[in-house]
């Protein structure tokens, strides 16, 4: 009696345990468990008191009340796997209704018995045992309702078997959890039926549960069998577009979809059992000599005529901290490299345009400067001192001058963004550009230390364009110092010099395209260059102390060189 306490006090733990696990969402998965824990919980207790108390009315009684339980385990164990497997959940939910009418029967007719007698004949005490045991004469609607409710509970058990065959962990594993659970009370139940040995007057089945909530209490602790539900292969794995793989530890195919299937142009037969790197052919290796850690990488793959291009990425699959195998995914990127090559090309076409553009107009402009030079050669005296003349020809070659550089400055920006931004030293490339103004007369101090930013790949014409432009607009620069600190999530690179400093409301301007002394263009670039990866610039000097820009890179986007 104690031991069928427990199984009560054990099925109602778990439904409670499901309930607390699920009530955020109405899962018809969940609550075909929490209906079977609660109906095994009262099939046991009603049991255990049939069998503790002597009275044989008493018997008869909690005997029927336990069909409370039985009744609808049968229904709500089918309607469990149905759900877990996703085989015949369409139709599951469409008859779940016409299902229970049977139970509701059931019930109906195990608390009108005295009247017509059609599921128990008569009832009798056997007292010759250690304790008296209640025997019943089963009626004709006993074995319609017996073969009913072993129809249901051997189609669930055959669901949990296909799972426990097709999965791989840790669904293979919840599967073979619960098909142990399911096949103890069944064998106890077929030993009552077939009246074998001591179970001829004693129905072990409630005992069984015992073991059952035993199992399914473990699997839930354990493996999280109440935590993972895996969802219907057909309506998810096998409309997937991308390719689906799951392979063993040595890198068997287990399991493949139908995109992955057409991918390689084989059939399911073909492909389960083989090694994975020989699933496309030879020379394409998917795993090659990978650890069991998870990547990523892009693949080329033939498929008739057509090359395709996939991302291939790998994650390693886990019961606990065990590797049960590795789930390789294919997602299509075709399209998607098609419109990059095209960029590509569109970009060269543009570029070698630009170039050709940009060397015809610079001899032409040379060509300008060379008559120009060559008409104030000609010129006679009194026509060269002339202020007018003088001044247009001042005028003209500036003209020249601001002419040339702003097609130097396009091919600065033309190269803006072309290539992908890398990891840089600050303090290295600062130097680099440094480099260029040794012997100018200008003394500078770099910060030495182990930062990197992710960066344009001109992002030492940043700096180079910070120490020209603190040159020619700062009148009697000698120093610049150049450090950076960490704030908050951020870092802050800082570039300093002793000049003149920029006023107020200069200092947003200077930003903008064409405002300076010169051509304007230099800060332009250097906000161009620094925000593709997120960085931002201003200037926060003091007129008259020497300017001082700070460039605040954001979280992400710096790191210490030691953490690679």
């Known amino acids: 009696m104690g031991v069928l306490i427990l199984s009560g006090l054990i099925s109602t733990l778990l439904a409670i345990k499901a309930y607390k696990a699920f009530n955020s969402r109405s899962s018809p998965f ?8 609660l109906c095994m919980a009262l099939w046991s207790v009603n049991y255990a008191f049939e069998i503790g108390i002597v009275d044989i009315e008493y018997k008869y009684i909690f005997a029927r009340l336990q069909y409370m339980g039985i ?3 049968p229904v709500a164990w089918f309607l469990f796997a149905a759900e877990y497997s996703g085989e015949y959940r369409q139709f599951a939910r469409k008859y779940e209704k016409i299902l229970f009418i049977f139970p509701c029967i059931t019930i109906l ?16 005490l056997d007292p010759s045992g250690e304790f008296p045991i209640l025997v019943l004469d ?12 072993f129809v249901l509970i051997m189609l669930g058990i ?9 999965l791989t962990a840790p669904h293979g594993t919840h599967a073979a959890i619960a098909l142990t659970a399911a096949c103890v009370p069944v064998l106890g139940n077929i030993l009552h039926i077939a009246r074998i040995g001591p179970f001829k007057f004693l129905d072990p089945t409630p005992f069984s549960f015992t073991i059952t909530g035993l199992i399914l209490f473990w699997g839930a602790i354990q493996h999280e069998f109440l935590n993972i539900i895996p969802v219907a292969r057909e309506s998810v794995i096998e409309s997937m577009n991308d390719g689906y793989i799951v392979v063993d530890l040595s890198n068997s195919i287990v399991d493949i979809n139908k995109a992955a299937l057409e991918l390689a142009g084989k059939v399911s037969k073909e492909a389960l059992g083989k090694n994975l790197n020989g699933l496309f ?4 290796e998917i795993l090659g000599d990978s650890s069991e850690g998870g990547f990523g990488r892009e693949i080329s793959l033939k498929s008739g005529l057509e090359t395709k291009f996939f991302t291939i990425s790998v994650s390693p699959l886990l019961t606990k901290n065990d590797a049960e195998g590795k789930l390789v995914m294919f997602h299509d990127i075709t399209e998607i490299y098609r419109y990059q090559e095209a960029l590509k090309q569109a ?11 940009r060397h015809d107009i610079l001899n032409q402009v040379n060509v300008l400067s060379g008559y120009t030079a060559l008409i104030s050669e000609v010129l006679p005296p009194d026509v060269k001192e002339d202020r007018r003349i003088s001044k247009y020809l001042r005028n003209l070659n500036k003209g020249i001058e601001t002419i040339h550089s702003q097609i130097i400055f396009t091919k600065d920006y033309q190269e803006l963004g072309v290539v992908s931004p890398t990891w840089q030293s600050i303090s290295s490339t600062v130097k680099e550009a440094a480099f260029a103004f040794s012997g100018q007369g200008v003394k500078f101090s770099i910060e030495d230390n182990d930062l990197e930013i992710y960066g344009d790949p001109l992002l030492k014409k940043v700096f180079y364009n910070l120490f020209d432009n603190a040159r020619n607009h700062g009148d009697h620069v000698s120093e610049i110092d150049v450090s950076s600190h960490v704030a908050g999530e951020s870092v802050v690179i800082e570039v300093k010099d002793n000049g003149v400093g920029v006023s107020p409301d200069m200092k947003e301007l200077i930003f903008e395209k064409s405002v300076g002394k010169n051509t304007g263009l230099g800060l332009f670039l250097v906000r161009g260059i620094l925000s593709i990866t997120g960085m931002e610039i201003t200037e926060t000097g003091i007129e008259g102390e020497g300017a001082r820009f700070e460039i605040r890179v954001p979280s992400g986007n710096w790191r210490r060189a030691s953490s690679q």
């Open 138 to 149: 089963h009626g004709p609607f006993f074995w319609t309702f017996y073969v009913y409710s």
């Open 30 to 37: 969940i609550k075909h468990f929490i209906l079977i824990m």
């Open 158 to 166: 055959f669901l949990f078997f296909k799972q426990f065959v097709n």
């Open 347 to 357: 970009n060269k076409k543009i570029n070698l345009m630009s170039n050709i553009t």
């Open 109 to 124: 007719l195990m608390l009108t018995n005295s009247i017509h007698g059609l599921y128990f004949g008569d009832f009798v």
């Open 281 to 284: 052919g030879e020379g394409v």
């Open 71 to 73: 009744a609808f385990v």
